[in-house]
């Protein structure tokens, strides 16, 4: 099978690619000239890299008349939540209008492979307490540029399925982390900032945003390992939740984290440039359509994977101080 990777180059994009890859998949991915390439840089050898820049329609052509996929997961995006209060535009146009290159793009070119939409959590935005845990069915009331440009990305897979009978399944990832998470991200940058204090190369202060806010986290390997088995056997049309049914407080990764350190006492304190405008209080997802309909559910527990990411940044925090 020949799968394509958008945004391989990315946090998502390097593990899917691993798991590809084990599953025995002819591996494409699509990057920028300029993106980094840190977390792929082991697979190499391994993958066929083919540059485009998505939200340019002719790019998007170049890479599928070379890719002729058999499947595509499309995972370029502008990812993070707090940069697109001040990127609102970049947001929406890098994720709305690269996914319709490449739709537009399949239609020009009749390319008929199985299309992953990656929507979010952050497309239900508010939910009120007795909305918990979170079905596919409830209402979407996002609350961010990001999230509406998810909500975008979603319905749209849902039009061009309807409108043209693509073969295009939707999923609606919750939090995920883990090893080669961007330090943009709260647990990420948690773990970088605990792995520079044991290193000495800062005071014992962890510097964090707003800590009440609970999410719905799992590991980004038992996320892509979900992504795969929707791309071999998710229903056409249908929007999936992935996410563990559990909630866990950003402060208790964060007291998760700290307990995890070499050194003594590290203290708390709050930076107001980490507050965003409106926050989603809570969000716990149910999984049950997607166990039932492809018999996924998550097996890493959170611990490992705040484990493992500590060790990511401890490894990364050492090779740049030598
Ligand atoms: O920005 P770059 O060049 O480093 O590449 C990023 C890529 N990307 C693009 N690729 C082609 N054309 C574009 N206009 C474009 N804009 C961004 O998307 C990078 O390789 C990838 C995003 O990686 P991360 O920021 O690490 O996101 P992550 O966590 O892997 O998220 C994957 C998906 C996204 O749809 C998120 O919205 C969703 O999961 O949560």
Not at 276 to 284: F, G, H, K, W
Not at 300 to 310: C, Q, R, V, Y
Request: aromatic fraction near 8%.
């Amino acid at each position: 099978m020949r799968i394509l990777i958008t945004g391989i180059s990315g946090f998502v994009g390097s593990h899917l690619a691993e798991w590809a890859l084990a599953q025995g998949a002819q591996v494409i991915g699509a990057l920028r000239w300029r993106s980094k390439t840190e977390h792929i840089e082991h697979l190499r050898n391994r993958v066929t890299l083919v540059e485009s820049d998505l939200r340019d329609v002719l790019s998007v052509r170049n890479v599928l008349a070379e890719a002729r996929p058999d499947v595509i997961i499309h995972l370029a995006a502008q990812s993070f939540v707090a940069a697109s209060w001040q990127q609102p535009v970049e947001t929406f146009y890098t994720n709305v209008i690269s996914q319709m290159n490449l739709f537009e793009a399949m239609r020009q070119l009749g390319t008929a492979a199985r299309f992953l939409v990656i929507g979010s959590s952050e497309e239900y935005g508010l939910v009120y307490p007795d909305e918990l845990p979170i079905l596919e069915t409830n209402p979407l009331r996002p609350l961010s540029p990001y999230a509406v440009s998810k909500v975008a990305q979603d319905l749209m897979g849902w039009q061009y399925f309807k409108s043209y009978g693509m073969d295009i399944v939707r999923a609606r990832a919750f939090n995920h982390t883990g090893p080669r998470r961007g330090d943009a991200f709260a647990t990420s940058n948690f773990a970088k900032q605990v792995a520079e204090i044991e290193a000495g190369l800062r005071e014992a202060v962890v510097l964090v945003g707003d800590l009440k806010p609970t999410r719905d986290f799992s590991d980004v390997r038992d996320i892509v390992r979900g992504y795969w088995l929707l791309l071999e056997r998710g229903t056409p049309g249908e929007v999936y939740n992935l996410c563990s049914g559990a909630e866990w407080s950003i402060e208790r990764m964060l007291n998760f984290l700290i307990g995890q350190s070499r050194v003594g006492r590290i203290e708390i304190r709050q930076d107001p440039a980490r507050l965003r405008p409106s926050d989603v209080p809570a969000l716990r997802g149910s999984a049950e359509k997607i166990e039932k309909a492809v018999g996924w559910r998550p097996t890493i527990p959170l611990e490992k994977t705040l484990t493992d990411l500590l060790e990511f940044w401890r490894h990364r925090v050492q090779a740049r101080a030598t």
